[in-house]
């Protein structure tokens, strides 16, 4: 690093002159530095460059080469904390703010004063207005429009100059999962970059038109192409979740977990935060369709890619308590709780300014006081015992009185789909912006997978047990039923035949009488073939 001199041996009159002689000679060795393109190298390069912006802190060439070095080492947090004034859902949410505190503060006013009206987001001067149209009239010659069409030309240059913040922000933001704010910084850029292309087109003669000209802008295709595939890519992955968001608001489930699972289950990898958001989109889009295994697979991928997800934690502390799992409930109410407190104490919410968050910091207290509310009755419900009776039907998609194969075939589907082997799987389609934290994420996401599948075999072995004894019980029930019928038909037969003898004695039963014809009682002799008795029925008869 070049040292700076001493300012001592040095007139006082000419310090601003060699304070930007040290500027433009650490800007000097940081640009060989960076035509390297060696990490090691680069970060030199940074280092000189944070010296320069000591000395000069508005110098626009040391920001931009400092953006675009730390653009290419991958650290898109610093390059979004430097440039973080021009992010546009940054400005945005400050002017609501200040709009909001304007408006309570001037609602004490009079009416007679005029509101004030927010101001639209700018991420770089526009310059002058041009006067309107309908105004043009025939007027002398004024000093004060000379100098705002002077003002004018300074504002193009300075924007010319500061067209960089797009590009380079628009890519920290796509990797930094701020897809939106991505996609109008790189469409903002490139929709500059090519009007100053054309405006300096249009000035070029014939004889500009050199060999050198040509090989100095032989980069600028591949950035553009580079870009252009980006900010593509954008649009798909807002597209689907468009998409899917709206599906899920129609009450569209099914189409909603298919179009989220286009963009989790992509080939091309997205960012670790746009990741967790579609993953906390698809776990809602799960419980509302029934399905609470794969509802909290997807709260804890949420949870190992971002740990202070405060709706991941209320939806799975939710999920835990619709199938009686108050004990792992309670474990994640304590969690949240924690996280509320802390961010009270800090007095600012979880991570940098440009991070979104799902609410507010006037949300807190009150969502404080619902978790003590839930605390204290899960509390009493595991004191009473009813810990142990957790709805094992509903984890695993079962209907109560399901058959064996119906339990086998959810039982293997689940194991497929929450094996811990392949619990880390979705690692590789995410962009980390911190190569640092994929062996936390990985831990994370193994350890809260294990927990899930052992509440899946638990659930497993318990239906499992439940169907024998029920199995058991209709094998004891149908030989009772099937005894008693037999019982039954016995007694019908036994009744039947009663019944059929009676019937046939009444049927050959003769009635006896006083009879001196032999021709009669031969007959009857002839019918029982001599050697049967025959059924007289005697009747008395009266002389």
Not at 65 to 83: G, N
Request: with cysteine; hydrophobic share 35%; net charge positive.
């Amino acid at each position: 690093m070049v040292s700076s001199p001493s300012h001592g041996a040095i007139e006082k009159k000419h310090w601003w002159l060699t304070n930007k002689k040290i500027v433009d000679m650490y800007v000097k060795d940081a640009r060989s530095l960076i035509a390297s393109q060696q990490p090691t190298n680069i970060s030199s390069a940074i280092n000189l460059l944070d010296a320069a912006l000591a000395l000069s802190p508005r110098y626009e060439t040391a920001m931009e080469l400092k953006a675009s070095s730390l653009l290419h080492l991958k650290r898109y947090k610093e390059v979004a904390d430097m440039l973080q004034d021009y992010i546009p859902s940054v400005k945005i949410s400050s002017d609501y703010s200040s709009s909001s505190s304007s408006s309570s503060s001037s609602s004490s006013l009079s009416d007679n004063s005029q509101p004030l009206a927010r101001e639209r987001v700018k991420l770089l001067s526009t310059g002058g207005d041009s006067p309107d149209r309908s105004e043009r009239s025939i007027r002398c010659f004024s000093v004060s429009d000379l100098k705002k069409r002077v003002m004018a030309g300074l504002n193009k240059n300075r924007d010319r100059e500061g067209q960089w913040r797009y590009l380079i922000l628009g890519q920290a933001c796509c990797h930094l999962g701020l897809m939106e704010d991505a996609m109008a910084l790189l469409q903002t850029g490139k929709r500059l970059a090519s009007a100053a292309f054309r405006r300096e087109s249009v000035c070029w003669s014939d004889d500009s038109f050199t060999f050198s000209g040509i090989n100095n802008q032989q980069t600028c295709p591949s950035d553009s192409e580079s870009i252009c595939n980006l900010l593509s890519h954008i649009k798909l992955l807002l597209r689907r979740k468009t998409a899917a968001i709206a599906a899920m608001e129609a009450g569209l489930y099914t189409e909603s977990i298919r179009h989220f699972s286009k963009i989790v289950d992509g080939r091309r990898g997205a960012p670790q935060s746009f990741l967790a958001e579609c993953y906390m989109h698809r776990a809602t889009a799960y419980q509302s369709s029934g399905r609470i295994a794969e509802a909290i697979a997807d709260c804890n991928r949420t949870l190992a890619l971002d740990p202070s997800c405060i709706e991941a934690l209320t939806t799975r502390a939710s999920l835990f308590k619709s199938i009686e799992c108050f004990t792992d409930s309670l474990h994640d109410l304590e969690h949240l709780k924690l996280l509320y407190n802390s961010i009270l104490r800090d007095r600012k919410l979880p991570g940098p300014v440009w991070k979104r968050q799902s609410f507010g910091y006037h949300e807190i207290p009150g969502n404080l006081c619902s978790i003590a509310t839930k605390i204290q009755e899960l509390k009493q419900r595991v004191a009473s015992g009813e810990f142990e009776n957790v709805d094992y039907y509903a984890l695993m998609g079962l209907r109560r009185g399901c058959s064996r194969s119906e339990l086998e075939r959810s039982y293997l589907l689940l194991t497929l789909r929450h094996k811990p082997d392949k619990s880390t799987n979705f690692i590789d389609r995410c962009e980390f912006s911190d190569e640092q934290d994929i062996d936390s994420v990985k831990e994370r996401a193994r350890m809260q997978s294990l927990l899930l599948y052992r509440l899946i075999q638990k659930g497993y072995t318990m239906l499992t047990r439940n169907l024998m004894e029920e199995e058991t019980s209709d094998k004891h029930r149908k030989k009772a039923s099937a005894a008693a019928l037999q019982e039954a038909i016995k007694h019908d037969e036994q009744k039947q035949s009663s019944k059929c003898v009676n019937q046939v004695e009444k049927k050959n039963a003769f009635q006896g009488v006083f009879c001196r014809d032999l021709a009669v009682v031969g007959n009857l002799l002839s019918q029982t073939r001599f050697n049967r008795p025959i059924q007289v029925k005697y009747e008395g008869l009266s002389c």
